[in-house]
């Protein structure tokens, strides 16, 4: 039971870092457009 649970607690903690990390890229992608953007109006 105790290996089962180590295996689940191990899966959620990496889907649970690479959806912060996607969260990541995406806010930096964002970030990078809006950048652009003032740097294209300016």
């Known amino acids: ?3 089962l649970i180590l295996v ?3 899966a ?3 889907f ?3 959806f912060a ?3 990541l ?3 930096a992608v964002i ?3 809006v950048w652009l953007l003032g740097f ?3």
């Open 1 to 3: 039971m105790v290996p």
């Open 8 to 10: 689940l607690l191990l």
């Open 12 to 14: 959620l903690i990496l």
């Open 16 to 18: 649970g870092a690479g």
């Open 21 to 23: 990390l996607k969260a």
């Open 25 to 27: 890229w995406w806010i």
């Open 31 to 33: 970030v990078l457009i």
């Open 40 to 42: 294209v109006v300016r």
